[in-house]
């Protein structure tokens, strides 16, 4: 059975930095790609960021580029966000998400998420 | 602003069939087929519906397709059922990125 289970959200100031972790097990984790997905109380859904099987391949969205990095250790079956520079607008529920096939980007197994708050 | 344009709600009986539209550029629904939808009940992570515009996981049931023309696509749910009454969101790959629709609440009357 597939499973991810994502941590390290919390209660960060502005300007402050998180490393959310999400721990894969039921699959052949380093032959899928990953995202993160993030969904702010009562909005819709945004993606944030992704990362190819191997780790060789990075994408984030204009809303974080610069500020965050997407990385996975395949040995640990683990895939991470680090966050910097926090805003009030990257307060959000971050979901960990399988790629349905190794590259194409349909997620087929999603966690429950973990939740950043950035406020004062 | 999302990127892709959706209704903010739809609404149907029991039974009933309901559509719901996913509209795009040049730049994602309309140059690739790499549509997907997915069902979100509240408190709870979304779920695959359709992917690669028409196609549905395993274990999705068949009252439930996809389709795409030019740049829009739907979501048709036939036989509506009380479950269905959630909300959905559109994503289409991009030339740069991903990007999901604001989202269509469902409303099962």
């Known amino acids: 059975e597939v499973q991810l289970l994502e941590s390290g959200g919390g209660l960060v100031q502005p300007g402050g930095s998180l490393r959310l972790s999400c721990a894969a097990s039921g699959f052949a984790f380093g032959s899928y790609a990953m995202t993160w997905v993030r969904q702010a109380p009562g909005k819709g859904l945004e993606w944030v960021s992704a990362i190819t099987g191997s780790g060789g391949n990075t994408y984030y969205a204009d809303s974080v580029k610069g500020r965050c990095t997407i990385s996975r250790d395949n040995s640990k079956n683990t895939l991470y966000l680090e966050m910097n520079s926090l805003r009030a607008g990257d307060t959000a529920l971050y979901y960990c998400v399988k790629y349905l096939r190794p590259a194409t980007p349909f997620f087929d197994y999603w966690g429950q998420g973990t939740l950043v708050t950035v406020s004062s | 602003q999302s990127a892709l344009t959706q209704p903010a709600s739809v609404s149907g009986s029991p039974g009933q069939s309901i559509t719901i539209s996913c509209t795009g550029t040049?730049?994602?629904?309309?140059?690739?087929?790499?549509v997907s939808w997915y069902q979100q009940h509240p408190g709870k992570a979304p779920k695959l519906m359709i992917y690669?515009?028409?196609n549905r996981p395993s274990g999705v049931s068949d009252r439930f397709s996809g389709s795409k023309s030019g740049y829009t696509a739907s979501l048709t749910i036939s036989g509506l059922q009380a479950e269905d009454e959630a909300d959905y969101y559109c994503s289409s790959y991009t030339t740069t990125s991903i990007s999901f629709g604001g989202g269509t609440k469902l409303t099962v009357l």
């Open positions: 040049s730049s994602d629904v309309g140059g690739y087929n790499y």
């Open positions: 690669e515009v028409s």
